[in-house]
Every structure is written in structure tokens, then in C-alpha cells.
């Protein structure tokens, strides 16, 4: 009598293993049937089997079951399988969405900055890019207004050691802001700016909950307009605390204003 293998597939014809990756918090992979790629959120039970929620670099969910060789990890296929502690992810990541450093002391201030035209500015990026700039080293400062800019460029002096980054409000062609911005040039300078007239409009309305932000007649003070039209006491400050309170992450903010804070962080940040 003859013993065979329980398996009679041909050696060429089967697969040969692949490892197992436990789906730790922000785990980068793709999925192999569509290629969709992103880092993991959470795992957890279903009826059919564990799945695995993965988010893209545009923020956009999708949930994956975890079958055997069903993504690929920095370009290999693997088999994802739920972390030893058996709880679900948590994610780490800090409200701009990158991933965080737990413990991470803040780094020594570099020479460089960025300028934003405005302390409701300030706020903002300190509450949505804070724990970002911390490690990196980077200080905010905000402008009163952006009409003593040239003068605040030249006092600054940036150079190849201390580069200077400027976020302005309303840039756009043909106003008062973009003729004062093209008066300053330096290549160790980078001027840039979202379309909206105050930052308060670069939170998303639902984020504040409303429908949208009103539009206020030319002449009126602006900030003051919009609390007349929501119908909110005449109180700028109170009313930046309130829509402040409504952003908790990028996700909050408009992409106008997102990628132009993200522009100048990298500038300034720039070896050299």
C-alpha cells in the first residue's frame, strides 16, 4: 500500500505562504481586489468574520473582510489578522491627521515661522496643526493686519537657516491683499492665502451647524454681518469660541485652507 498527502496539489501549483501582520493602528496597506489603500482604523467582529476599516489620504472609509492573503503591505501580499490584545483599534492620529508621536517632547523652536494674518488664524492652525508644529519646532505668530507685511519681511530677514512662511486671508487676484503680497519676494519666503474674506469661513458650516455662511453686504463689517444673519448675539468673540468648538480635526476645515497650512509647514521645515 501507498501513503499519499492529505494535499495532492502539484508543489508548482500551490501558494506558497505569506506572513501575518497584526492590523495595528495606522498600518498602512492596500487591498488587493481593488486597490484601494490606506492606513487601518479598527478592526472588529462581524457576522461574517473579522473586517478591517481602512481610511485613504482624502479621509474616505472603507471596510475590508480580513481573508487570508487579501492586501499588500510596502508591496507584498499578507494576511491581515486582528492584534493580540483582541480590542478594537484605536487610531492615533492628531487632529490634522497625521500620525501621532505618543510621548514625543516638542522640538526647539527653529529660526523660521509662519505668519498668519490674524489671532483667530492663529487659533485655528494651533488647534487643528498644533501637535504637528510642536514636533517640528515651528511657531506660529499672527499678523494685525497684512498691510505692514513688507516691513515685517524686511525686520524678519528670512534666510536659508530661517525661513518665513505667511498665510493671508481674501488672496485673490485683483484685491488689496494680493497687491500688498506681490510688493515682498525672497526665496526663502512663501506667501500664500485661502479665498475666504476671515478665516471663520474656511470651517466647514456643518461643522458650526448651519446650512451655510451668509453673505454680508459690501461696507459692513463682516463678522459683525454674519452674526446679524445667523441671528447670534453681536459678540465677535464669543462667536469665534462657538465655531471653534465645532473643529475638532482637518475634517472640519476646507480644503482651500488645508492645503495651503500644509504648504507652508513643509516650506518652513525645509532643510537648508
Not at 472603507?62 to 491581515?80: A, I, N, Y
Not at 506681490?182 to 519666503?189: G, R, T
Amino acid at each position: 500500500m501507498r501513503s499519499y498527502q492529505p494535499d495532492l496539489t502539484p508543489p508548482w501549483k500551490r501558494s506558497a505562504p505569506v506572513p501575518e501582520v497584526p492590523a495595528d493602528p495606522d498600518l498602512v496597506v492596500e487591498e488587493v481586489s481593488t486597490g484601494f489603500c490606506g492606513a487601518v482604523i479598527r478592526c472588529e467582529k462581524s457576522a461574517q468574520g473579522p473586517v478591517v476599516t481602512l481610511e485613504d489620504r482624502f479621509g474616505k472609509h472603507r471596510v475590508f473582510p480580513m481573508e487570508p492573503r487579501g492586501f499588500l503591505l510596502e508591496g507584498r501580499v499578507v494576511t491581515l489578522v486582528r492584534p493580540s490584545s483582541g480590542g478594537p483599534v484605536v487610531p492615533s492620529r492628531t487632529a490634522s491627521g497625521s500620525v501621532a508621536v505618543p510621548g514625543a517632547r516638542a522640538r526647539v523652536a527653529r529660526a523660521g515661522r509662519i505668519y498668519v494674518e490674524g489671532r483667530h488664524d492663529a487659533e485655528l492652525v494651533e488647534r487643528v496643526w498644533g501637535d504637528d508644529l510642536r514636533i517640528e519646532g515651528v511657531v506660529v505668530e499672527y499678523l494685525e493686519g497684512i498691510d505692514d507685511l513688507p516691513a515685517i519681511v524686511r525686520e524678519f530677514g528670512p534666510g536659508p537657516g530661517a525661513r518665513l512662511g505667511v498665510l493671508v486671508d481674501h488672496l485673490v487676484p485683483g484685491s488689496k491683499e494680493s497687491r500688498i503680497a506681490a510688493e515682498v519676494s525672497d526665496p526663502h519666503l512663501l506667501v500664500v492665502g485661502h479665498p475666504f474674506i476671515d478665516v471663520w469661513e474656511a470651517v466647514k458650516p456643518a461643522s458650526v451647524g448651519i446650512a451655510s455662511w451668509p453673505s454680508v453686504p459690501r461696507g459692513q463689517d463682516w463678522k459683525t454681518g454674519v452674526c446679524r444673519a445667523l441671528g447670534w448675539p453681536e459678540n465677535t468673540g464669543a462667536a469665534w469660541q462657538h465655531i471653534l468648538s465645532g473643529v475638532r480635526s482637518y475634517k472640519d476645515i476646507e480644503p482651500q485652507l488645508l492645503g495651503r497650512v500644509e504648504e507652508l509647514i513643509d516650506f518652513v521645515t525645509l532643510p537648508g
